[in-house]
Nanobody
Framework: QVQLVESGGGLVQAGGSLRLSCATPGSISSINAMGWYRQAPGKQRELVARITTGGRTNYADSMKGRFTISMDNARNTVILQMNSLKPEDTGVYYC???????????WGQGTQVTVSS
């Protein structure tokens, strides 16, 4: 069973920052992209940000300018720097790995981010 190791969630006041990290085991090959999704209470899971191994990024509109996603040189760790956090950013953040081959993706167990007003 492949496990993605997530860290960095927590409680922060509005306007604060958090840094999420997700490490993949070396056994995961053929990675196309890594990213973060979040699920707020009562809502569907949505894309936060995604980065390909080629360095191309995309962000949800509400995160542009506040969040930055990056991948380390070994392409096995993805970082999400979240600044100017808002209460509406509260939710469970899930790491996601997108592969070229089966199994096409893996999900982390999720890390809670809570932003207080």
């Amino acid at each position: 069973q492949v496990q993605l190791v997530e860290s960095g969630g927590g409680l922060v006041q509005a306007g604060g920052s958090l840094r999420l990290s997700c490490a993949t085991p070396g056994s995961i090959s053929s990675i196309n992209a890594m990213g973060w999704y979040r699920q707020a209470p009562g809502k569907q899971r949505e894309l936060v940000a995604r980065i390909t191994t080629g360095g191309r990024t995309n962000y949800a509109d509400s995160m542009k300018g506040r969040f930055t996603i990056s991948m380390d040189n070994a392409r096995n760790t993805v970082i999400l720097q979240m600044n100017s956090l808002k209460p509406e950013d509260t939710g469970v953040y899930y790491c996601h790995v997108d592969r070229f081959i089966r199994p096409y993706d893996y999900w982390g167990q999720g890390t809670q981010v809570t932003v207080s007003s």
